[in-house]
């Protein structure tokens, strides 16, 4: 056993260390042969093999079970050129268990991943497997197994290791060696004699020896807790074939199903499935709901999940039907690994898996199922959920054993409050059958043909075509605090003067938004330009003011970070720095992004060739935000809901205005026709849209309390379908410093609409014309 740092560490000494042969006029040489269901670092092994001039062979799963069923192939047993197949004892993308016996069929030819002549040698990747299943290795010796240790105990982090059986080792080479690793060697000589030790001879340098000591005792506390791997297996798996059996069961009131599930196996035993379910939720349509939105949602119910394509490109692409010509289209539209780009011209970009461990409980699984039914099934004043199937798994008691049927079904559909303290005593077994249609019934849509009096209030009618003009202006002189409302306010080179200027960090200098810390709103900054002071005020506290502006010479730099950017900032003192760590009850600081740094936005579609360069002050993506209040009147509509006994909940209209944060209100026309725009007009002032605003969970919260409700934002996914899109951002086109620019409430409005196939046959005289008013 070589401890490395992780089981990523430990791939890398494999394809370092074993003996390849590099193709010649004579033979082929080694042949590098992987499952395309392998992790990134698996597969990252072929530039090391290239390197050595080896080919590397990508093999399916499917290739590989035909292999089996075809059997041996003729081969030649005096060639004794070493390959090399690596599987994954489980996959990390499905759970999907390959068979252990592939290890005894490879190594003895009577399978073989490459019609190659040739000595096999295996590499069973188990760092996945291993985290709740046993491996006896005297009954499946494979040559090499990486393995890390986070992933059965959770700590600790940064600690793996390498079983390399004792009839390869000798094969091994180092071409590199480290402290510790030498018998003895000569600086001035090529002189160097390893130990003798497999182990010594492989770690370098020191290792995380501390950790290897705490090792022992989480051994001693899985045995302790559990009884052993064996009891692990067993339990995981009846907590993830329950799940699956749940979630699979679920129904739209048309019959659609809720999820998709990608799985290689019905769940049937843990001999071929792990405790891993992987799925997109999809819409009553059938279209897949991106995964990010999904795990925004899961967020508001204190449910975590691991989204994207989890480092398995090749299974991402199996299950979700990705191509290879897919996969740079999306790298081209600027997706990349681990962000939030979730769908690509309706297409997704990757999945939602759940995984189950040892402390996973049956409360866990039924916190998930009642999300999902949540989120999916039912309307927000709660009706009943719909039930799961029979099948193969009933909810498991607190033993890990199977009742005689499925607790699938609920009495009312949870708030994020509720699901976050589950009380498994809601989940009953008195019925076995879908019923959604019965439970859940379609949410109707109302056709509306007087105003409403939010309408009404805001001076718009059904069909009203008057003009946009600008009817709210507010800026948010502090990141993630109150909003500072103007009638008239001054343009600065990043955007309204002193908009997001100043954001609050913790002691560790991180910023701090309202996701963390939702007091944070209310705080509530005022400027007086007058004065050059800003007044911050708060309940219980006294007022507080600083000078908006600091003595160049006196202030100490200091750096931060936004949205990935590295900032510099200035912190405005102890006096501030009391007065908010009094009412957040946690230390932190307020700090000022310097005056002389320049931040650029990341450049989006139009912008890139057009080389408009836009400077930003602390905020996430662009210099302002623009609402239309015709949006926001349709959302306002399907929040304003009817309890069971016909009495209308109101949504006051200034707090759902005042959740999104925006710097320009204007009084549109329809709704959402502002992300159909490609420039914006107010007044004497040109901006460029920069592409809508992608939401997250902050407009959960209300901007006046600080208190949490999921229901704007649940809703506004269900009216969206696929993306939580709400307002635009601007950029200035050009700005004129010479002479002070002004934005003003009342401004009216002109916009110019993006050029869209219906349009490719006009002339170009005709396309500028087409402008909104």
Request: glycine share 8%; proline share 6%.
């Amino acid at each position: 056993m070589v401890f490395t740092s992780g089981s990523t560490a430990a791939l890398k000494l494999v394809a370092e260390a074993f003996p390849w042969v590099s193709r010649g006029p004579e033979n082929g040489g080694s042949q590098f042969c992987y499952l395309t269901d392998n992790h990134t670092s698996v597969v990252g092994m072929r530039k090391v093999a290239e390197a050595r001039n080896v080919t590397s062979t990508p093999v399916s799963p499917e290739d590989m079970w035909s292999a089996e069923e075809r059997g041996a192939l003729a081969c030649e047993p005096d060639c004794q050129l070493p390959h090399l197949f690596c599987y994954p004892a489980q996959s990390n993308f499905s759970g999907t268990r390959y068979p252990l016996s592939w290890i005894e069929e490879v190594r003895s030819g009577r399978l073989s991943p490459a019609n190659v002549p040739g000595k096999w040698f295996v590499l069973l990747d188990a760092a996945s497997y291993v985290s709740t299943s046993p491996l006896d290795l005297s009954a499946h010796q494979a040559d090499f197994v990486p393995i890390s240790f986070y992933k059965i105990f959770g700590f600790p982090t940064g600690l793996g290791a390498l079983l390399i059986n004792n009839r390869v080792a000798p094969l091994l080479r180092k071409s590199y060696f480290g402290g510790g690793t030498a018998a003895a060697y000569l600086a001035g000589e090529d002189f160097y004699i390893p130990r003798p030790s497999v182990a010594e001879r492989f770690e370098d340098g020191t290792i995380s020896y501390l950790d290897v000591i705490a090792l022992k005792h989480g051994f001693d506390a899985l045995e302790r807790l559990t009884g052993g791997m064996e009891n692990i297996m067993q339990y995981t798996f009846m907590l993830a074939q329950y799940t699956h059996t749940a979630l699979s069961s679920l129904r739209y009131p048309n019959g659609a199903p809720v999820v998709q599930i990608y799985s290689d196996s019905e769940f049937s035993s843990p001999d071929v499935q792990g405790p891993i379910i992987n799925f997109n939720v999809l819409d009553n349509g059938g279209n897949i709901i991106g995964y990010s939105e999904v795990d925004k949602m899961a967020s508001l119910y204190n449910i975590h999940l691991r989204t994207g394509c989890f480092c398995n490109t090749g299974a991402c692409q199996r299950h979700l039907g990705i191509s290879n010509e897919m996969v740079k289209k999306h790298l081209e539209a600027g997706h990349v690994c681990g962000d939030s780009l979730d769908l690509i011209d309706g297409q997704p970009t990757g999945s939602v898996r759940i995984s189950f461990g040892y402390m996973s409980s049956v409360e866990d699984a039924q916190a998930f199922l009642r999300f999902i039914i949540a989120t999916r099934l039912c309307l927000p004043g709660g009706q009943p959920v719909p039930q799961g199937s029979t099948g193969k798994a009933g909810a498991p008691s607190a033993e890990g054993k199977a009742q005689d049927t499925p607790a699938v079904t609920g009495r009312h559909c949870v708030s994020p409050q509720e699901g976050a303290r589950m009380d498994s005593g809601v989940w009953n077994d008195s019925s076995s059958t879908v019923n959604s249609v019965d439970l859940c019934p379609a949410m109707g849509k109302a056709t509306r043909t007087q105003p409403t009096p939010s309408e009404k209030a805001a001076g718009i009618l059904p069909g009203d075509l008057g003009p946009h003009i600008v009817t709210n202006l507010y800026l948010y002189p502090i990141k993630s605090c109150a909003a500072f409302e103007v009638t008239r306010w001054p343009i600065g080179k990043h955007g309204l003067l002193y908009d997001r200027s100043w954001m609050i960090v913790n002691h560790n200098g991180i910023c701090l938004s309202q996701k963390q810390e939702p007091r944070l709103c209310l705080i509530q900054p005022f400027i007086d330009l007058q004065q050059r002071i800003m007044v911050i005020k708060a309940k219980g506290m006294e007022p507080i003011e600083m000078p908006l502006e600091e003595d160049s010479g006196r202030v100490q730099i200091c750096q931060s970070i936004v949205c990935t950017d590295r900032i510099n900032t200035y912190d405005c003192g102890e006096k501030i720095s009391s007065w908010l760590s009094e009412f957040l009850g946690r230390p932190c600081h307020l700090i000022k992004q310097s005056s002389n740094f320049q931040r650029n936005a990341k450049k989006h579609g139009k912008d890139q060739s057009t080389g408009i360069t836009a400077t930003l002050s602390l905020v996430n993506e662009a210099q302002y935000l623009l609402v239309n209040t015709s949006s926001i009147l349709e959302l306002h509509q399907q929040l304003n809901t009817s309890d069971e006994n016909g009495k209308e909940k109101l949504f006051p209209m200034k707090d759902l205005i005042s959740r999104f944060r925006a710097n320009i209100i204007m009084n549109g026309t329809r709704a959402f026709e502002e992300e159909k725009w490609d420039e914006v007009s107010i007044g004497s002032l040109h901006f460029q849209v920069q592409g809508p605003c992608h939401r997250c969970q902050m407009i959960c919260i209300n901007q006046q309390t600080g208190q949490r409700n999921q229901d704007v934002f649940q809703k506004l996914s269900e009216s969206r379908k696929r993306k939580v899109n709400f307002g635009v951002y601007l950029i200035h086109r050009s700005l004129d410093s010479s002479s002070p620019c002004f934005l003003s409430v009342g401004s009216q409005v002109f916009s110019v609409l993006k050029e869209n196939v219906e349009h490719h046959d006009l002339p170009a005289s005709e396309k500028c014309q087409d402008l909104v008013s």
